[in-house]
């Protein structure tokens, strides 16, 4: 399957730069270009791509509201949010819009190719560590409840929730799996239950709702 991107980027530079990396892979297309946020959000509606590289510094609408409509109108679209540091206030505000992760620009283009294809399969372009360190720094922006607040949680079984909190807190599947004594395999399951029940993206997202729902709180430093 050609993996269809969108690249949102106000340099046209690193956008060709962008274009040239994605082209020269046979299972990827660019399917089209934006200079801006609005046109980002726009092109995203009518060519609906799978993933989308987005800015957070541009003109005009900036990258994390573009985030923000492209997941809302959107849902199969996933988008990997482009940062000058990898644990800035953007990659943050672009994780609470609804990105499946980000990435530095610098970051060299192998590392952007796997990252474009795992996103593209569902999964989250960071770990739950990186997301669960990101949270933590920016802590006191984070408005948490109470977990028994989101009836949300009531539709997972003990199980479920169990997986939850240990993904939260950073765990691999097989980290996980050893931790309750589980297949991992066994663990992927539950996992993807409980990102159905919860309206979840990706374990990216997983960290996110732990953090604001209350159910995990953040560690005293």
Do not use: W
């Amino acid at each position: 399957m050609t993996i269809r991107l969108l690249i949102a980027d106000d340099e046209s530079l690193l956008r060709s730069a962008f274009r040239m990396v994605i082209e020269a892979e046979p299972d990827m297309e660019v399917a089209g270009e934006a200079s801006d946020g609005e046109e980002a959000a726009m092109l995203a509606r009518r060519l609906r791509p799978d993933v989308v590289l987005m800015d957070v510094r541009m003109p005009g609408l900036d990258g994390i509201e573009a985030t923000r409509r492209i997941v809302r109108d959107c849902p199969r679209s996933k988008v990997l949010i482009l940062t000058t540091f990898d644990l800035d206030e953007y990659a943050f505000a672009g994780l609470k819009a609804g990105a499946a992760g980000f990435l530095p620009k610098n970051t060299r283009p192998a590392e952007l190719l796997t990252a474009i294809r795992n996103v593209a399969a569902g999964e989250a372009a960071l770990s739950p560590r990186v997301a669960r360190r990101l949270l933590e720094r920016f802590a006191p922006q984070l408005t948490p409840g109470a977990p028994e607040r989101d009836k949300r949680l009531a539709l997972l079984t003990t199980r479920e929730h169990e997986v939850l909190v240990q993904v939260a807190h950073g765990l691999s599947n097989a980290e996980v799996a050893t931790a309750l004594h589980l297949a991992e395999a066994t663990v992927k399951t539950h996992l993807s239950r409980v990102l159905l029940k919860l309206g979840l993206r990706d374990r990216a997202q997983v960290v996110v709702f732990a953090y604001e729902s209350g159910l995990v709180r953040p560690s005293a430093f």
